[in-house]
């Protein structure tokens, strides 16, 4: 496979720019903390396996994952892979709409 190269001017076109006011967010713009959206996002994800499933053995079990995953999973130590998010998204017809809520 070939390797592609990145255009660093689109880049920058796509780089959030910081605007005035407390939240540090702008209408369409990506958040700026990613650490901050990776924990609303593990806090969605346990939210979501909380509504779909009975316990973290259940969920162990659809998303064949050891028991230690799951419990850190449903407890909001732990967010998913990608593969896990996209197995749900392919599998549970409300997924999306619920994961890609707004953080």
């Not at 660093?8 to 990613?34: E, M, R, Y």
């Amino acid at each position: 496979m070939a390797s592609e190269k990145i255009n660093p001017s689109l880049l920058a076109q796509d780089t959030p720019k910081k605007t005035g006011g407390s939240s540090g967010k702008s209408s369409g713009q990506i958040p700026c903390d990613p650490m901050a959206y990776r924990r609303a996002f593990r806090d969605r994800w346990t939210d979501f396996l909380r509504a779909h499933f009975q316990s973290h053995m259940h969920v162990a079990v659809f998303f064949s994952v050891d028991e230690k995953t799951a419990r850190l999973w449903w407890n909001y130590a732990n967010e998913p892979r990608g593969w896990a998010v996209s197995y749900a998204m392919a599998t549970i017809p409300s997924a999306p709409a619920f994961l890609s809520a707004a953080a």
